[in-house]
């Protein structure tokens, strides 16, 4: 009766899975020679994958990031330091969890003088994954400390060249605040009559810095009239760039008239900033 049932039993399994067929662990394409020809190329992956073991490339990081909230160096300088900020946390959570693996290691090398037979395979086991989980690693980790160095120099040629004072505080950044976004607007603005509409959070934008949306539109259908009729001269990028300019010195004053609507008299509480300038 018990031979009968684990007869049963053994071809329910020869049904239900492939564990019952002796040829269930053999490659049915791969042979050795395939094996042999991947595994020689292995080293040249290992050296290429550094390469590209980064979210960004610099080209990216510079011209698509930084361009994405080009209305002020501040705002850059902003968005350099909030990347860095997310890439030290990153790192200080993989070098914990890589110091944390090597004690599991030292753990199991004591273990492992203790073990026989099965046990002593499969600390063995545990003591190769942590060798290999701490070697596929050290990519990512070098990675982003590139990234580190490259944001690093990229946050001192804007200033450099931005003419950012070196111990920039707080209420500098504030005072950059209204050229930010007055050349946001009309950023917005230009990219609105492109599509052929007026946005209405693009216009309760210009509100909120006491810009009549009539009249900013009209500016900017006018500068798209200027380009258009300027074509045969390929107007560049800078034009949008001298437009911005334009537009902020013309309106640089008006979110004063937008705080006397609302009550307020002060846009800022010097008080209440980090100064580093006094």
Same mark, same amino acid.
């Given at each position: 009766?018990?031979? *009968? =049932?684990? =007869?049963?039993?053994?071809? =329910?399994?020869?049904?239900?899975? $492939?564990?019952?067929?002796?040829?269930?662990? &053999?490659?049915?394409?791969? &042979?050795?020679?395939?094996?042999?020809?991947? #595994?020689?190329?292995?080293? *040249?992956? #290992?050296? %290429?994958?550094?390469?590209?073991?980064?979210?960004? +490339?610099?080209?990216? +990081? +510079?011209?698509?990031? /930084?361009?994405?909230?080009?209305?002020?160096?501040?705002?850059? /300088?902003?968005?350099? =330091?909030?990347?860095?900020?997310?890439?030290?946390?990153?790192? $200080?959570? #993989?070098?914990?969890?890589?110091?944390?693996? $090597?004690?599991? @290691?030292?753990?199991?090398?004591?273990?492992? *003088?203790?073990?026989?037979?099965?046990?002593?395979?499969?600390?063995?086991?545990?003591?190769?994954?942590?060798?290999?989980?701490?070697?596929?690693?050290?990519?990512?980790?070098?990675? %982003?400390i590139k990234e580190l !160095?490259?944001?690093?120099?990229?946050?001192?040629?804007?200033?450099?060249?931005?003419?950012?004072?070196? #111990?920039? &505080?707080?209420?500098?950044?504030?005072? %950059?605040?209204?050229?930010?976004?007055?050349?946001?607007?009309?950023?917005? %603005?230009?990219?609105?009559?492109?599509? !052929?509409?007026?946005?209405?959070?693009?216009?309760?934008?210009?509100?909120?810095?006491?810009?009549?949306?009539?009249?900013?539109?009209?500016?900017?259908?006018?500068?798209?009239?200027?380009v258009k009729n300027s074509?045969?001269?390929?107007?560049?990028?800078? +034009?949008?760039?001298?437009? @911005?300019?334009?537009?902020?010195?013309?309106?640089?004053? *008006?979110?004063?008239?937008?705080?006397?609507?609302?009550?307020?008299?002060?846009?800022?509480?010097?008080?209440? /900033?980090?100064?580093?300038?006094?």
């Amino acid at each position: 009766m018990k031979n *009968e =049932l684990s =007869l049963k039993k053994n071809k =329910l399994n020869s049904i239900i899975t $492939k564990a019952g067929d002796i040829n269930s662990l &053999d490659f049915k394409t791969i &042979d050795n020679k395939a094996l042999d020809e991947i #595994n020689e190329w292995m080293p *040249e992956v #290992n050296r %290429a994958v550094s390469c590209f073991n980064k979210q960004n +490339s610099q080209t990216t +990081s +510079s011209l698509m990031q /930084l361009n994405m909230i080009d209305a002020g160096p501040y705002r850059m /300088l902003r968005q350099i =330091l909030a990347q860095v900020e997310k890439k030290r946390a990153a790192l $200080k959570e #993989n070098i914990y969890k890589i110091e944390l693996k $090597k004690l599991k @290691y030292k753990e199991l090398q004591e273990q492992l *003088e203790e073990v026989t037979g099965l046990k002593k395979e499969k600390t063995e086991l545990k003591m190769n994954k942590i060798v290999c989980d701490i070697v596929d690693a050290q990519g990512p980790i070098e990675a %982003a400390i590139k990234e580190l !160095g490259a944001l690093k120099r990229r946050y001192q040629e804007i200033c450099k060249n931005k003419g950012i004072p070196k #111990n920039w &505080d707080e209420e500098d950044f504030e005072k %950059a605040e209204i050229e930010h976004h007055i050349k946001s607007i009309f950023r917005n %603005a230009i990219r609105d009559v492109m599509q !052929g509409n007026h946005n209405m959070g693009t216009m309760e934008y210009m509100e909120q810095f006491g810009i009549n949306p009539i009249t900013a539109y009209n500016l900017v259908y006018a500068y798209i009239g200027k380009v258009k009729n300027s074509i045969n001269k390929m107007p560049d990028i800078t +034009s949008h760039y001298q437009f @911005y300019d334009e537009m902020y010195k013309l309106f640089k004053e *008006e979110y004063k008239k937008a705080m006397k609507n609302i009550g307020i008299d002060n846009i800022t509480y010097t008080d209440f /900033l980090m100064k580093e300038n006094i």
